[in-house]
């Protein structure tokens, strides 16, 4: 399965850092934070990646080259204005394959993501998201996701902590290209805000959960978290 890259934020909230060098860019061990992922996905067998590039991308594709260095093919879709998380996948329509997995490029979740794309496939659904269980070990970032006991995902709200918000995001997600195709060509439009929203009303979003807990290198508390789980 083509796995797709989230990687063009800004990643103001790591400045100074972020003021040289891409988020994903971030040394951690003498690594860029995107290196990890990288050599995850292709110690699992997957070689199609598409790395989706915003603000200082080129420092990402100077490094990464082909992929062929990492055990992976990689390609590149530029954004020349932010067009939001669901945007930058819709600007690369061409370049998706049928179905495909997403990461972020600032979160590591160190699971095998092959039973996550069986499962997907599988599925008679839009869009695929892992959770994960806070109460096992928090990861800092506040539950987000409900579901029902058939595992279909009931609600979506960032940051507010309500009641009922069962597990958070753990940054994997697998979506059908058909799902993009009716996306507006160049417009900001937002995974969690829009996408997860319409797929959540038309019951097409499942959860898929894991015991494993995520990082993501989001604010320099969870930077140095993950720099000290590699140690």
Not at 121 to 129: A, E, Q
Not at 148 to 170: I, Q
């Amino acid at each position: 399965m083509q796995v797709v890259v989230l990687a063009g934020g800004l990643g103001t909230r790591l400045r100074p850092i972020t003021e040289s060098v891409p988020k994903p860019m971030v040394d951690v061990g003498g690594r860029p934070f995107l290196e990890y992922i990288v050599r995850h996905l292709a110690a699992q067998g997957f070689r199609e990646v598409l790395v989706l590039l915003g603000y200082l991308g080129s420092r990402i594709q100077e490094y990464f080259g082909d992929g062929t260095a990492f055990g992976v093919r990689m390609q590149y879709s530029f954004e020349a204005v932010p067009l939001g998380t669901a945007g930058a996948i819709r600007s690369a329509l061409e370049l998706l394959e049928e179905d495909f997995l997403v990461l972020y490029g600032d979160s590591y979740l160190p699971i095998d993501y092959r039973p996550v794309a069986a499962a997907f496939r599988k599925l008679p659904c839009l869009g695929l998201i892992v959770v994960y269980d806070n109460r096992m070990a928090s990861t800092g970032v506040l539950n987000n996701v409900a579901t029902d006991d058939d595992g279909w995902v009931t609600r979506y709200e960032k940051g507010t902590a309500a009641p009922g918000l069962n597990y958070v995001e753990a940054g994997v997600l697998c979506f059908r290209r058909e799902l993009f195709e009716g996306l507006a060509a160049g417009g900001f439009v937002s995974l969690e805000k829009e996408v997860y929203q319409q797929l959540i009303g038309r019951r097409q979003l499942r959860a898929f959960i894991t015991p494993q807990r995520f990082y993501d290198i989001g604010t320099p508390e969870r930077l140095e978290e993950f720099v000290a789980a590699q140690k």
